[in-house]
């Protein structure tokens, strides 16, 4: 290219310095404007639980008045002291505790086993069990309550922490989303492994447990809001005795009539919401890295 046609090509140099600086109003607005989108999102999630926390350090007269006061002057921390002794509280958590530990420790070890053998070993009629297990998350949970609850009665786990638990030790989307995970593992290294000698349990345990990990933290998570936040199941199975009762069956014993009882019920569901912001406080890096796994190469 002839040098005279090069410079009529090539721009100014002082359009070039200015470009940069056309497009940066134009970015700090993008970005004052999606940050004005994310906290007024913010402050539509978290004004509910501020108002709810704020309620339980309430008096009751306080709770009737117009407009009812943003900020407690005068918390009333008697009240949780109420709904963890005298609401039974504590009883209702340990019960929650013990069956959603249960369930989440069986949805792991059910998810991790059968998803290993999906991704990487070899058997008859592989994808139709697995279209199986797909199908089994299009199908409501009512559907098959009858049948496991006649299940549950015919082996005498009605009202025990077995019938409270063993119906969910399963989950196809557990299964799913293991599997997805396991299949991002390279060939090369289950090849590798094989070469060091390691079989598949030493290299499920070793090797692709350990590099699934965000996709098992995503797991535990929900494994542990679905299985805390159950009512009608653990309200049926066990047959209306407090001694199994649940959180969730333990908030709607603290609900009553007079306004003197609202700040008390409320006070117990912090308590049971209090579990899940420490989950999600530990487990926050390892659920977001599982939600953005496959969007970065």
Request: hydrophobic residues 50%; proline residues 7%; aromatic residues 12%.
């Amino acid at each position: 290219m002839p040098a005279d046609t090069a410079r009529a090509v090539a721009p100014p140099a002082d359009v070039a310095a200015a470009s940069p600086r056309m497009h940066r109003p134009r970015r700090r607005l993008r970005t004052i404007g999606s940050y004005t989108l994310l906290t007024a999102a913010a402050v539509v999630v978290i004004f509910p639980i501020y108002i709810t926390v704020v309620n339980s350090l309430l008096r009751p007269d306080q709770l009737v008045q117009q407009p009812p006061p943003l900020f407690p002057r005068t918390p009333q921390w008697h009240d949780y002291t109420a709904a963890w002794t005298t609401g039974q509280m504590s009883k209702y958590v340990a019960t929650s505790a013990i069956m959603t530990a249960i369930i989440v420790v069986g949805q792991l070890v059910t998810s991790i086993l059968a998803a290993y053998a999906f991704a990487f070993l070899r058997f008859p009629f592989k994808r139709t069990l697995f279209l199986v297990c797909l199908v089994t998350l299009m199908i409501p949970f009512e559907v098959t309550f009858i049948t496991n609850l006649d299940t549950v009665t015919s082996l005498h786990w009605f009202n025990t922490y077995a019938g409270l638990s063993i119906p969910f030790l399963a989950t196809g989307f557990g299964i799913f989303l293991l599997r997805q995970a396991f299949l991002q593992i390279p060939r090369d290294l289950q090849e590798a492994a094989q070469l060091d000698g390691y079989g598949h349990l030493r290299f499920m345990t070793r090797v692709a447990v350990p590099l699934a990990r965000p996709s098992l933290a995503a797991l535990a998570v929900f494994s542990f809001l679905g299985a805390w936040n159950q009512y009608l199941w653990p309200l049926v199975s066990t047959g209306g005795t407090t001694p199994l009762y649940t959180v969730q069956i333990g908030l709607k014993e603290l609900l009553g009539t007079e306004v003197s009882q609202i700040p008390v019920s409320l006070a117990g569901a912090v308590i049971a919401f209090v579990p899940l912001v420490i989950l999600l406080i530990i487990f926050q890096k390892q659920l977001v890295r599982s939600l953005t796994a496959g969007a970065v190469k």
